[in-house]
């Protein structure tokens, strides 16, 4: 099947997107920094479709989009996290995905049984965000690419390798032109919130360093 390629910005693309996301299908979707695989975080079909997509095995934990920070509390334990909470108040949205403790398992994080956490993002793409919000569903989102391999940073080379797979992918030009001047991509920055202060666990697009000395907290490496 040709691939299906919409522009984001096209004002019926949230719509287009929103039909097949809650219609339990994978998206190829833009972020702040690279474009990444989403779907709904609660359909496990679309869970394991993106698993199939990358060749990972069952387990891998996601990120999961929210539009607002009291979406993400409602997900999490504010007692553990409260300090987290109120940084990521004043930071956000930005590129920035956050570990946080969770008080319920969640079916994208980890097992209680390993420590009860999940990662989180409030996208500060706007029009993402715009479509978690329409949604009322934490949407999950990873990296385009096979497991091992470097993410697909345009939508030509995504369609090329992914276009036969039934994935809807969405253009966007600010990624596009990024692509075309050979622009570093980085993914957001990770950082572990389960403990304060956090520890900063893949370097990325967001310089959280900066940030939380910016607020006066201390940071781990």
């Known amino acids: 099947m040709p691939a299906r390629v919409l522009d984001f910005g096209d004002p019926a693309a949230l719509h287009v997107a929103r039909r097949v996301l809650e219609a339990e299908q994978v998206a190829v979707l833009p972020t702040e920094a690279l474009y ?8 496990e079909p679309a869970r394991l479709r993106i698993l199939e997509l990358k060749r990972i095995e069952r387990g891998r934990p996601f990120v999961g989009l929210v539009p607002t920070l009291e979406v993400l509390e409602s997900y999490v334990d504010t007692d553990r996290c409260a300090a987290a909470l109120r940084f990521l108040a004043e930071v956000g949205p930005a590129p920035l995905t956050a570990v946080l403790p969770v008080g319920r398992a969640l079916p994208w994080g ?3 049984e390993s420590g009860g956490s999940a990662a989180f993002r409030i996208p500060g793409h706007p029009r993402l965000r715009e479509l978690v919000a329409s949604l009322g569903h934490v949407v999950l989102s990873t990296s385009v690419n096979r497991t091992g391999a470097p993410p697909f940073r345009d939508i030509a080379s995504i369609a ?3 276009g ?4 809807w992918l969405f253009r966007d030009a600010r990624l596009e032109r990024e692509a075309a001047r050979n622009r570093p991509a980085l993914a957001s920055t990770l950082v572990d919130c389960t403990t304060w202060p956090p520890r900063v666990l893949r370097a990325g697009a967001y310089d959280v360093h900066q940030a939380l000395d910016r607020h006066g907290v201390g940071h781990g490496t």
């Open 36 to 43: 990444g695989f989403s779907a709904i975080a609660d359909s």
């Open 110 to 112: 980890e097992p209680l």
């Open 160 to 162: 090329t390798e992914f």
């Open 164 to 167: 036969a797979d039934d994935v």
